[in-house]
């Protein structure tokens, strides 16, 4: 199974300022037929359901913000907001689906500095 | 608009069963790969099963192998998830997810329910 780890468990940002999310990979969710990084990203905020935000590691959700990116391959993954607003407290997650389990990392909690 | 509303969580013994219901609308079911998520208090998102769109093909996480069942019936646009000697450990909000019509098993989730609570307790 494909263990998916975050770094950090929780940050905190002051709004306006840039918040960096890590994801790395027990192994590689590149393939290569397709050329594609089978990651994805999703935004929780408490007694709601995931929304998702990126997919292929890198293309936005529509309806997204452009403030959050997705990046890197392979095993290492990240995601950027680049401008933290109020409205993005909420706990992040990665998720793999290169392979069957499906796993999500443990989550990272943003908060305001 | 597409919808996936939740039902049957309820509270139940150790050593109890459950069945949850997800009631679809606003997309052709029977294409997509569903899956059931999770989250338990205090603890981050897990995947639990999914469900191929015929219903051919089933996979479960190893904590619930033999003893919880994923079935779909397309007709009445419905997934469902039977769970028999649930533990304390099983307490969670349970998600009914939609996966992707063409990606082998299911891709990414971009479509929630607002879930449904399961509470294993004496």
């Known amino acids: 199974d494909i263990v998916m780890t975050q770094s950090p468990d929780s940050l905190a940002v002051s709004l306006g300022e840039r918040a960096t999310i890590n994801c790395k990979s027990s192994q590689t969710v590149f393939y290569s037929p397709t050329n594609k990084n089978y990651l994805a990203w999703y935004q929780q905020k408490p007694g709601q359901p995931p929304k998702l935000l990126i997919y292929?590691?890198?293309t936005r959700e529509s309806g997204v913000p452009e403030r959050f990116s997705g990046s890197g391959s392979g095993t290492d993954f990240t995601l950027t907001i680049s401008s933290l607003q109020a409205d993005d407290v909420a706990v992040y997650y990665c998720?793999?689906?290169?392979?069957?389990?499906?796993?999500f990392g443990q989550g990272t909690k943003v908060e305001i500095k | 608009e597409v919808q996936l509303v939740e039902s049957g969580g309820n509270l139940v013994q150790p050593g109890g069963s459950l069945r949850l219901s997800c009631a679809v609308s606003g997309f052709t079911f029977s294409t997509y790969w569903m899956s059931w998520v999770r989250h338990a208090p205090g603890k981050g998102l897990e995947w639990v099963a999914n469900i191929k769109q015929d219903g051919s093909e089933k996979y479960y996480v190893d904590s619930v192998k033999g003893r919880f069942t994923i079935s779909r019936d397309n007709a009445k646009n419905s997934l469902y998830l039977e769970m028999n000697s649930l533990r304390v450990e099983d307490t969670a909000v349970y998600y009914c997810?939609?996966?992707?019509?063409?990606?082998?098993?299911?891709?990414?989730?971009?479509?929630w329910g607002q879930g449904t609570l399961v509470t294993v307790s004496s």
């Open positions: 998720q793999q689906y290169y392979g069957i389990p499906p796993a």
């Open positions: 292929w590691a890198s």
């Open positions: 997810a939609r996966g992707r019509p063409d990606l082998r098993w299911g891709g990414w989730f971009a479509s």
